[in-house]
Structures are given as structure tokens and as C-alpha cells.
């Protein structure tokens, strides 16, 4: 009878969790809302810094020119395995530039918009926090055009960033406060960084408008690295900002013969980690950490990894010693990426873990 019924009991909980899991696939979000999601009491811009924990960037999918283009797609087991994996957060890098109208007002597609919020849903439905991340605009970079862009001008392609921005702000102006953040921009170089405050607060003063109480990630100048600090000029009044900076030190170990960085290739075979190494990857963190003492800003690091052309225990120690000396300093992270084959340590096709460098992110208790 005992067997009987622990039977009974193990079947229901398979149905319970087969109910939960469909419901999850199925989350509906409700785009366009004219309900703002209400400001959450006593919760400070470095509370949700805090909150946001270990986390993955889901690169390779979304920012690519279009879904699958460079390997990577959203599917649902993707955001299962990143809570499985111990993970709070999933920034995700989308490439909206590639997916908008050329001629005011710069009309969304519905149909990849479509594609954000299931990313948006499926994090939700897990619990997870995710990070909408404004990434790649070559034309408003002064950056060289790939073959499906068009070219409208940099003053227009500003314009059409901040059009753009209006409307992701009022699709998601109902969403939880504290568990959807918008990126700004990623990385702001060449042309975009030498008017970087400006076009920051034009940003801002659009999503405000619509998401008054929304917690908002600002990348560093200079590629979002700790150097463009210094050049950053945030409104002094929006308290709701946490500011990211990328960490990729030492450079010619983590991006040795990175297909996209001229010059790359001779440094194929660079080892890790050296004491010299080491403060290579301490001096930008240090950095970032007085930066937001002294201007009272907390600070996220939104990206760090090294490629597979690394040697791969090389690799784990790497992601060890980072991870360790990020969270030392008391910050939240997310890792470049989550299941490309240059940087994840989630495989899609096996759907199993790296098991070094997962334990190199997420150490056994």
C-alpha cells in the first residue's frame, strides 16, 4: 500500500511539474500595457545590483543579424538550464537596429519583437532576471557596415535609436520593475562615444516617460571598459542606474585568434595565469570599485570570458580567478556567453555542461 501510494505521489508530482512546465512555455505577456509596474519601496539601485547575481549572456542568438545567422537560437531549454545551472540572471544582447523601419517613426518588426518576448517570458516564468540589451548599431558607431544594413546617416541613426528605445519602453512599461532591466547601450565607441552623455540622457529622458521606477544598466564610454569611466556623466537625480563595465583582461589570452580582432592570431598559444596576469585582471575591477564609491553608483560587470582557441584548463583557471575577484569586491556578473562554441559552457547539442568551467562560474557547495 506504502508503494502504492508513493507511486501515486511521485506520478501527481511528474503531472504538477509537467503543469508548471507548460504553463512556463505558455507565459503570455501582455505587450503595450498602459499599466506601469509600481515602484517597489525601499529597493535601492545597488539592492538590485546585488540581486542580480551570477548571470549568462545569452550571445550569438539575438544579436546576431538574425536569429541563427552565427549558430545560436532562443529555445526554451536554454533558460532551464541556465536556472539549473545556478545562474540568477540572463542578459540578453539584441540587435534592434537590424530590426526596425529606416524612415520615422521606425516601426518595430512584430514578428522579432515577438522573439524578445518569449526571452522575456521564458526568464520570467523561471524566476530569472533579464537584462534587455540595446547591442550593435555599426552605422551610429562610425563602425564599417555588415551586408544587410543600410545606411541613413549618423544624426538619423541616432534619431532612430532613441524612436526605438520609446517603443521597448512602452511594450514593457508593465513588467516587473525589479526582474527586467534595460541595457542602454552596449559598449559606446568611436562616433557614439564622443557624444555618449548626451545621447545617454536623451535615452533616459525616453524611457522615463513610460518607466519611471525601472532599474536601467549604463555602459562605461571607451567600449564599456573602466578606462571610459572617467568620461561618464550620469543625471545626478536618476537613482535607479547601475553602471556596467566589461572585463576581458588579459586581453591577448582571452581573445587569442578572435576571428573579429585584426591581429589576433599570433597570440594563439598565450597561457593563463601568470601573477602579472592576475593584475591585469584586478586593476580594472579596482578601478570600476573606486569609480563607484566615489561617484555612489554600484556597479555590475556585465561581460568576461576567453575563447575556445584558449587552452582549455587555462580557460577554467581564468574563469576561476575572475569570478573570485569579482564577487571579492561584492559585484554581481554575467559571463560571455552562455552556449556558443567560442565561449559557453552549456553545450546545445549534447545539452550538457562543461563541468570545469561551470564549476569555474558556479563552484560546488
Known amino acids: 500500500m506504502l508503494r502504492i501510494l ?14 508548471v512546465s507548460a504553463r512556463a512555455q505558455n507565459f503570455t505577456l501582455k505587450p503595450f500595457s498602459e499599466t506601469r509596474a509600481p515602484e517597489i519601496a525601499g529597493l535601492t539601485a545597488a539592492d538590485q545590483a546585488r540581486a542580480l547575481g551570477r548571470g549568462v549572456n545569452f550571445g550569438g542568438t539575438l544579436e546576431a543579424p538574425s536569429e541563427g545567422a552565427w549558430g545560436g537560437k532562443l529555445s526554451a531549454e536554454l533558460f532551464a538550464a541556465v536556472r ?17 523601419a529606416l524612415s520615422a517613426p521606425y516601426t518595430l518588426d512584430a514578428a522579432f519583437m515577438k522573439r524578445v518576448d518569449f526571452a522575456i517570458n521564458n526568464a520570467l516564468s523561471r524566476g530569472l532576471n533579464i537584462i534587455v ?9 562610425g563602425d564599417p557596415l555588415e551586408a544587410e544594413e543600410v545606411a541613413i546617416g549618423v544624426e538619423k541613426s541616432r534619431e ?22 534595460f541595457e542602454i547601450y552596449n559598449e559606446p565607441h568611436g562616433k557614439t ?56 583582461a588579459p586581453f591577448k589570452f582571452t581573445m587569442q585568434g578572435a576571428s573579429w580582432i585584426e591581429g589576433s592570431k599570433p597570440w594563439l598559444g598565450t597561457s593563463c595565469c601568470e601573477t602579472a ?17 566615489k561617484n555612489d553608483r554600484p556597479i555590475f560587470v556585465g561581460e568576461f570570458g576567453s575563447n575556445s582557441l584558449a587552452y582549455y584548463p587555462d580557460r577554467v583557471t581564468y574563469t576561476r580567478i575572475m569570478r573570485e575577484e569579482i564577487e571579492k569586491r561584492g559585484l554581481s556578473w554575467a559571463y560571455w556567453d552562455f552556449a556558443s562554441h567560442e565561449f559557453g559552457p ?15 562560474l558556479v563552484p560546488k557547495k
Not at 540572471?89 to 540587435?95: K, S
Not at 536623451?202 to 567600449?223: C, Q, S
Not at 596576469?277 to 564609491?293: C, F, H, N, S, Y
Open 277 to 293: 596576469q592576475i593584475e591585469e585582471i584586478r586593476t580594472p575591477l579596482d578601478m570600476a570599485v573606486e569609480w563607484g564609491k
Open 193 to 248: 562615444e564622443d557624444v555618449w552623455n548626451e545621447l545617454l540622457a536623451k535615452a533616459l529622458a525616453v524611457i522615463r516617460k513610460t518607466n519611471p521606477h525601472r532599474f536601467l544598466i549604463v555602459d562605461a564610454a571607451n567600449w564599456a571598459t573602466a578606462w571610459g569611466l572617467e568620461k561618464l556623466a550620469i543625471p545626478p537625480g536618476d537613482r535607479r542606474l547601475i553602471v556596467t563595465i566589461h572585463n576581458y
Open 84 to 100: 539549473e545551472g545556478g545562474f540568477q540572471t540572463i542578459r540578453l544582447p539584441v540587435r534592434f537596429s537590424s530590426h526596425a
Open 160 to 181: 532612430r535609436f532613441l524612436a526605438i528605445w520609446e517603443q521597448l519602453a512602452q511594450r514593457y512599461q508593465s513588467l516587473p520593475n525589479d526582474k527586467v532591466l
Open 346 to 360: 552549456w553545450d546545445p547539442a549534447t545539452k550538457s555542461w562543461l563541468p570545469e568551467l561551470h564549476e569555474a
Open 6 to 19: 508513493a507511486l501515486l505521489a511521485g506520478s501527481l508530482m511528474l503531472m504538477a511539474l509537467a503543469i
Open 133 to 141: 540589451d540595446f547591442h550593435h548599431y555599426h552605422e551610429m558607431d
